[in-house]
Structure formats: structure tokens, C-alpha cells
């Protein structure tokens, strides 16, 4: 603990032990004494010891006094810092100390002597920002690093789905190749760089095995000499269909199209369009003929997806919104809402949703011909509850919200059947594939593992969530190595660790008597990402140093007192006591 304001121990975590310590060899000291107290000296003696242990103390201790800093500011220099920059910075200032930033070492020591910071280059590394959280930092980002600085694609797909990868390459050379291939090296999808400075691109391909696989996408020059390979980790499962449910108020061209479509991806699927009061359409796909009437619990129970326009949905009677809701929280029914322009005056109670007007009547999908897609003119309020579903680099073409264990969902799109008759079937099918993955009923599992680094690399910490309901998990890694975790205060059943992976490719962890449970994640190798790597960086340290406040100050750091003087104490005092009886 500290002594006061002015003064505290640098090893102030050590008292308890060093004091106990020197109580311990007083005592001794004392003792020894004793049998000779009838001498003379004998106070002076037992003076002199207590300041030699005193000594003892304080160079274990290692006291330190406040000191205001006067170094200045200093730049720190990461992988890519420019030159220019610098030495426009050395010109304005002639003090300006240069510190190099290595994330193998403990940079700690040399911001303790400096008041404010300049950070150039792509940046220091997420894990080591919060030694900079005490020190007025500002940083000046670089350009963007050359090669692939953004990359897009499902990391988890089931077979007989797309990957799509969509990217963008900074300062490509023409005329060079980027390749698509699949985990035994054949060319799946391809395109040649047109542009010398910045090109995005998008590579498609199906998806036929399932499996922990690793796709390649590869850069080739004119003459098919390899430049560079990047790994596409992705985890294929085999494909379960799912039992549909489609009301209508009336039959539409909308319908026609969506119930085609996932009739002939295999799902097992029943239309109800109502024609009268009391009369009703009836379609079935891929499953047995039987007619459904009350949507009660035990009906609704039975299906995974629930597909319902907003007309319908209004319609529907209080009883029956409350056995839809009753399902969608307890047996994670999805419910996607089909839109309609009444749908987006609606109260959040009414439609789950709050809306904003944003008189947007269309919506660009960045692909090789830039699709462009019809929306009503309104906007989704964000909140804590309302998650954006996405398609290719971000692209929002919906919402959904978690209601108990299942989610509720719509969109802004007009009539997504128009991608079809334009010959979009490659956007048809990502757009509805993309929506179904979000809203589908998920197989309640009591464990689920979330990998918080983007890019696992070997020997740098890899950091993941876990959620369980076991009550003291014990995790381990391929190793057999048993993985420390930390516990959320306010979430108990959530728990974090971090990992430092030493093997690459695929890596796997366990929880103990769990062997359903297991997580497996893609490690690269430090050839791997490394302009994806460093735009990441450049993008963390933008958005940690932009949000701390940037005022310089005078700081205040603790120098320790120098222990030649508690040597030259010591050393004085063993002296006398050892010379003392001699005299």
C-alpha cells in the first residue's frame, strides 16, 4: 500500500511477506542480545540492529518518491510508420524522443517517462492499447497497407449453400489472377485485376462436402507463376431441412416465387392463403397433405419457420398473438413478416420494430453489376435488442429481434422476386438463405463457444467466450493443457479465456466429460493476413485513440530512491555489530 501522497513501494504487493521477515530476524537478533544485556552498548546494539534490518527492508521494498515528468512528448514508431511524417515531426520538435515499438517487449517502462504520445504506423497491438490508456496519445493513420485489406465470406455454411467471397485488393498488379480453388487445389471461380489501385472483387462457388475445410484463394501472375496464397477456413455441415409455414392474406407473386425456392432447396413446406372469409389455398411440399386451420401452440410447435405477411399478421385474433409469442419464446419458433406500407406506421408493440423515414426508395447491393434492389422508404432504429441481418460487405437488408429463445424478423425489401425475373439468382438465393440462417430454429444446446479474435495467429493470444451450463467448466486444448477461465460477474453462465495456439491449421477445444461440446477454430501461420492483419490494426488503434482525450497534461510518475544508501546503511550497521564484542 502506499506510504502517503509523496511516497509509496514499488514492490508495495511484497510488504506483508518482507515485514514478517524482518519481525522474524529482530526477534533473532533481539534474543541474541539479551544473553548479553548486563554489557554495555547494549541499547546502542539493539538500535543498530533495528536499522540494519530497517536497511534490509527498504531495498527489498524499494521506496520512491513522486516526480512530476518532464521528458515530453515522444513518437512511437510501429510496422509501416511513414518517414515524411516523422521527419516533419522531428522539424517541429527538436526534443522529440523516438521510441520503437516491438510487441515482444515491455514498452511500459519507456512511456513512464514521457507526457503525450504520437503513434504512427499501422499501429500497436489490440492487446498491448491499454498501457496507453494514462498518456495523451494521438495517432496518424497510414495508408491502406498493399493487398487484400478487406475479406468477406460465411465462416459457417452447410452443404449445398454458396461461399462467396467478397474483397477488396489494394494496389493490384494488372493483369495478375485471383483464384478460387477448393481444398484438393481446383479452380472453382476466378478474376483478373483490371485496376492498379484499388479493386473489389467477388469469387462464388457451391458448397458439396461438409467438414472442417480449408479453401485457397490464390494470386497468380500473366504467366500462372503463384504470388501469394490465402487460407478460407469454413466449417460445413450437413444441411437439415427446415418445416415451413407460410400464411398469406392473398396469394402473390411474392409468395409464388419464395415458396418455389424453398420447395426446391429441399424444405418441407405448407402455403395457406386465405381466398374468402372462410375459405383457404392449401399447397404442401415435400411433406404429407394436412390441412392446418387454428394456429394454436401445438400446431405452431411443429414447424421451425413461420413466414407471415403483415396483413395477416394484424389480423390475427389476441388469443392467437399470444400462442405465436408463447412458441416463439419457449420452443425458438422464427417468424419472418412480409411488409407492407401500413406495416411501417405500426407502433414497436404492433410490429416489434420502431422505424425511422428515410425517403430511400432503393438499395445497392456491391456485386460485378451492382444490384440494385426496390425498398420502402424507411429505416430501422437501432437498439440493444435489434440486430441488423446482412448480406455480402455489410449490405442491411433486414432486422431481427430475440423474443425468449426465438427471433422475429422483416425487412425493407420490395418484392425480391424481381431479382429472379432480372436473372439475379445468385442474389435471390443469398438474400432468403441469409435471412432463414438467422431466424431458423436452433438446436437448443447447453454449450456455445464465440471466438473473439478475428484472425487466430500462433503464439499470439487468441481470446474466445464460452456459455454453459455446466457450473464449473473445465476447458482444455488439443494439447491436453487445461485453459484458465474468468467467470462475468453478472452473467454467471458466461466465461472467458484466452489461448496461445502454437500449432497452425485447424485447432480444437474441449470441455471436460463434454465431448459434444468441442470448438474448433483456424489458426494461421504469421505469413497469413498480414495486409488484412494490418488494416484491423490500423482500424482498432483509430477507434481506441479517437475516443481518449488527447489534451496534454502534466503527468506524474514514482522514481525509486537509489539503494546505495540503504547498502551503505546495512553494511555500516553489520559492520559495527560484528566489530562491536571485539573492542
Known amino acids: 500500500m502506499p ?345 414497436e408493440t404492433q410490429s416489434f420494430f420502431k422505424f425511422l423515414r428515410d425517403d430511400k426508395n432503393e438499395m445497392i447491393i456491391e456485386d460485378d453489376s451492382k444490384t440494385i434492389l426496390e425498398k420502402y422508404p424507411y429505416d430501422f432504429e437501432s437498439s440493444i435488442s435489434v440486430m441488423p441481418i446482412n448480406m455480402n460487405l455489410n449490405i442491411k437488408i433486414g432486422v431481427s429481434k430475440f423474443i425468449g429463445l426465438g427471433k422475429v424478423a422483416t425487412t425493407n425489401v420490395i418484392n425480391t422476386y424481381q431479382l429472379l425475373l432480372d436473372g439475379k439468382q445468385d442474389v435471390y438465393t443469398g438474400f432468403w438463405t441469409d435471412m432463414l440462417d438467422e431466424i431458423s430454429k436452433k438446436q437448443q444446446i447447453g454449450t456455445a463457444w464465440e471466438a473473439m479474435s478475428e484472425f487466430p495467429i500462433v503464439d499470439v493470444p487468441f481470446e474466445f467466450n464460452l456459455r454453459t451450463e455446466i457450473p464449473k467448466p473445465e476447458v482444455s486444448n488439443q494439447n491436453g493443457s487445461q485453459i484458465a477461465l474468468l467467470q462475468d460477474v453478472f452473467v454467471p453462465a458466461k466465461w472467458q479465456g484466452i489461448e496461445y495456439p502454437i500449432n497452425e491449421g485447424w485447432n480444437e477445444l474441449k470441455i471436460k466429460n463434454d465431448t459434444t461440446a468441442d470448438f474448433f477454430y483456424y489458426v494461421f501461420d504469421s505469413t497469413q493476413r498480414i495486409a488484412l492483419n494490418d488494416q484491423l490494426k490500423i482500424d482498432a488503434n483509430s477507434r481506441y485513440f479517437e475516443s481518449k482525450e488527447s489534451k496534454n497534461s502534466n503527468r506524474i510518475s514514482f522514481k525509486a530512491i537509489s539503494p546505495i544508501w540503504f547498502y551503505i546503511i546495512f553494511l555500516l550497521g553489520i559492520g559495527y555489530l560484528w566489530l562491536e564484542p571485539k573492542l
Open 3 to 347: 506510504m502517503n501522497n509523496e511516497y509509496t513501494f514499488l514492490n508495495q504487493n511484497y510488504v506483508g511477506i518482507i515485514l514478517s521477515f524482518a519481525l522474524i530476524l529482530l526477534v533473532c537478533f533481539i534474543w541474541k542480545e539479551w544473553k548479553d544485556k548486563e554489557r554495555k552498548r547494549f541499547l546502542i546494539r539493539i538500535l543498530t540492529s533495528f536499522i540494519t534490518i530497517l536497511s534490509l527492508v527498504f531495498i527489498a521494498l524499494k521506496p520512491a518518491y513522486k516526480k512530476e515528468i518532464t521528458v515530453g512528448e515522444a513518437v512511437i514508431l510501429t510496422k509501416g510508420y511513414q518517414t515524411d511524417k516523422l521527419d516533419s515531426l522531428k522539424k517541429k520538435n527538436k526534443k522529440l524522443t523516438i521510441l520503437k515499438y516491438d510487441s515482444n517487449s515491455n514498452i511500459v517502462r519507456d512511456l513512464d517517462s514521457i507526457t503525450s504520445a504520437i503513434v504512427l504506423g499501422y499501429g500497436i497491438e489490440t492487446y498491448d492499447l491499454w498501457q496507453f490508456s494514462e498518456i495523451p496519445t494521438t495517432y496518424f493513420s497510414p495508408k491502406k497497407p498493399d493487398g487484400i485489406s478487406k475479406l468477406s465470406y460465411q465462416k459457417t455454411a452447410s452443404i449445398g449453400s454458396k461461399i462467396t467471397i467478397h474483397g477488396e485488393y489494394i494496389n493490384p498488379k494488372k493483369e495478375n489472377h485471383l483464384v478460387l480453388a477448393d481444398p484438393g487445389g481446383n479452380v472453382l471461380d476466378s478474376i483478373m485485376f483490371t485496376s492498379d489501385s484499388v479493386q473489389k472483387f467477388e469469387l462464388k462457388s457451391d458448397l458439396k462436402i461438409a467438414g472442417n475445410l480449408v479453401y485457397k484463394l490464390i494470386e497468380k501472375d500473366s504467366t500462372g507463376y503463384i504470388q501469394s496464397i490465402e487460407q478460407l477456413p469454413i466449417t460445413v455441415s450437413d444441411k437439415k431441412p427446415l418445416r415451413i409455414l407460410m400464411l398469406n392474406n392473398f396469394p402473390t407473386f411474392e409468395t409464388k416465387y419464395l415458396k418455389n425456392f424453398l420447395a426446391t432447396r429441399g424444405h418441407e413446406l405448407i402455403t395457406r392463403s386465405q381466398l374468402t372469409k372462410d375459405r383457404y389455398k392449401f399447397e404442401y411440399y415435400n411433406m404429407d397433405r394436412t390441412p392446418i386451420y387454428g394456429l394454436t401452440e401445438n400446431v405452431l410447435t411443429n414447424f421451425d419457420v413461420l413466414i407471415i405477411d403483415a396483413d395477416y399478421y394484424m389480423s390475427l385474433s389476441l388469443s392467437t398473438k399470444n400462442s405465436l409469442k408463447n412458441v416463439i419464446e419457449s420452443q425458438g419458433l422464427g417468424v419472418f413478416i412480409q411488409p407492407n406500407d401500413t406495416y411501417f406506421k405500426l407502433t
